[in-house]
């Protein structure tokens, strides 16, 4: 029987092209459980084959695991380390305790069970091999024949074998898959399964948008173009941010091609996806008008701390500025990587106007300075306490301001600055709070530089415990502080009337 292993390895291992230890591996598995099929399913077994000569032994062993370890389940397979201490002093918790028994001859039932086990661990040896060329296509085009579709995607034939998977949450709406036809995708990963190595294709990534283009336009593939950014609502319309590296060269010109012929070849790859090229700026602003193409922005409002923009565009176009379903609005954001709120122009403005009459307002509470000060700053571009004392500069340029007002200021927000630390607040009265019936700027203001930035802190509080800000009164302070709570007892409402029908439901 020996020298038959040895004969067995050696032929399927040159028949099969893999190697004679994987072979080995699998005759090892087919006698063990040949052996557990002849004394007992639930023992664990294991099989060791001389390479050299071809003779085996075979063990029933018992995993050493401590007298405390909650996964101690089966006497057949496992053994505390109490017991195994008994049979070899030096054991140790994770080991095995292994005792010899009968090894089973390489008969007909050995060799019919090795047979399977061979064929698919070879099977999973070849496929792993054959996916292992496509290792270093990982995050770029393929192209495949489609094989059959089933619940899980698209198969694709990638030839030699090797099959690639496009995953339905991958695939684009329209993709009408029949074998035989020729598709392309963007190889997003080789993930590992019980099955082996499985390529992982995507038909909606905006990576597969930039590969298809470096495909049609040579000038891509010269670095003569760049692409920056990328964005698709996949099937339906696309934005690409592109910029020309070479002085005089067009970029969207070359990307469109004569009479559109590249981006067209681009879009009938994608089902008729349309895709708008847009050019890329350095200045974010200027990136932001550009993406919201086709819609004309009038007005933009920059907030860099969140990277949020507010775009203020005519109310004929306000619909076009959004896209169908938010979708023009949404592409521009992810391809810009900034939150874009869109408004009216006359919404923008009102927006504009009540932001700096907040802004205004804090530095009078924060600075104690009066309006017009204030006003200034504002217009100025300073928002924030730390704009006024880490911009000096910019502050002493402002026109209306001397060298002996702008250290003043500076001086004043660095005060502010350090009670604020001090106090553990932001001095920034969040947009509930400014929102609330009856409350105004400067009170909302006052409240914060006490730490009561929302309504939740505001209605958290005792009547006394407002009546050291200036100009607050016992009824005030009452009052506001039930406003703030009201929303609880709208919960609480809520609440009951469910209750309510859950038990009408009940009877």
Excluded: H
């Amino acid at each position: 029987m020996s020298k038959e292993i040895l004969y067995v390895v050696d032929a399927i291992a040159n028949e099969k092209n893999v190697s004679q230890e994987l072979i080995f591996e699998a005759v090892e598995v087919a006698l063990a459980t040949a052996t557990r099929k002849k004394n007992n399913p639930d023992i664990d077994v294991k099989v060791n084959i001389d390479r050299t000569t071809g003779d085996y032994a075979t063990f029933r062993r018992w995993e050493v695991l401590d007298d405390e370890d909650e996964n101690f389940e089966s006497t057949e397979r496992q053994i505390l380390i109490s017991y195994a201490a008994l049979k070899n002093a030096n054991i140790k918790i994770g080991e095995y305790i292994e005792e010899p028994i009968e090894s089973v001859a390489f008969g007909r039932i050995a060799a019919q069970t090795a047979k399977q086990v061979i064929v698919q661990k070879v099977r999973q040896a070849e496929r792993e091999r054959i996916i292992d060329g496509f290792r270093d296509r990982v995050g770029s085009l393929i192209l495949g024949t489609v094989k059959r579709t089933d619940r899980r995607g698209i198969i694709l034939d990638m030839g030699d074998n090797a099959e690639a998977l496009i995953p339905r949450d991958q695939m684009l709406p329209k993709d009408m898959a029949r074998p035989g036809d020729r598709m392309r995708g963007y190889l997003l990963e080789i993930s590992e399964n019980t099955r082996g190595p499985q390529m992982i294709v995507s038909r909606t990534s905006p990576e597969l948008l930039i590969e298809l283009l470096k495909l049609e336009v040579p000038e891509i593939g010269q670095e003569m173009i760049d692409i920056m950014a990328a964005a698709r609502d996949p099937g339906s319309r696309a934005k690409i941010a592109v910029r020309a590296n070479v002085p005089n060269l067009d970029p969207i010109g070359a990307c469109v091609g004569m009479r559109g012929s590249r981006i067209q070849t681009v879009t009938n790859e994608l089902n008729g996806e349309r895709v708008d090229i847009i050019p890329w700026d350095e200045e974010i602003a200027t990136f932001v008008i550009n993406s919201m193409k086709p819609a004309d922005v009038l007005s933009i409002y920059v907030d860099d701390q969140n990277k949020i923009m507010r775009i203020g565009v005519d109310e004929e176009q306000l619909s076009q500025a959004i896209g169908k379903g938010g979708q023009n609005v949404r592409l521009a954001s992810e391809l810009t990587g900034w939150q874009l709120n869109i408004m009216s122009e006359d919404q923008a403005t009102e927006e504009s106007d009540k932001e700096q009459t907040v802004l205004v307002d804090g530095f009078i509470e924060s600075l104690d300075i009066d309006e017009d000060i204030a006003t200034i700053l504002v217009e100025e571009g300073f928002v924030s306490l730390d704009d006024i004392v880490f911009d000096y500069e910019a502050l002493a340029e402002v026109e209306e301001f001397n060298e002996e007002l702008a250290n003043e200021l500076k001086s004043r927000a660095q005060n502010a600055l350090l009670t604020q630390a001090i106090m553990g607040n932001s001095g920034s009265p969040a947009q509930d709070l400014l929102d609330m019936d009856t409350m105004d700027n400067t009170l909302a203001f006052k409240l914060s530089a006490k730490g009561i930035c929302t309504m939740e802190d505001l209605a958290e509080q005792a009547t006394d415990e407002l009546l050291d800000i200036e100009g607050m009164t016992e009824e005030r302070a009452g009052e506001l502080i039930m406003i703030a709570r009201a929303p609880w007892f709208a919960d609480e409402e809520d609440e009951a009337a469910n209750e309510v029908v859950a038990e009408g439901d009940n009877k």
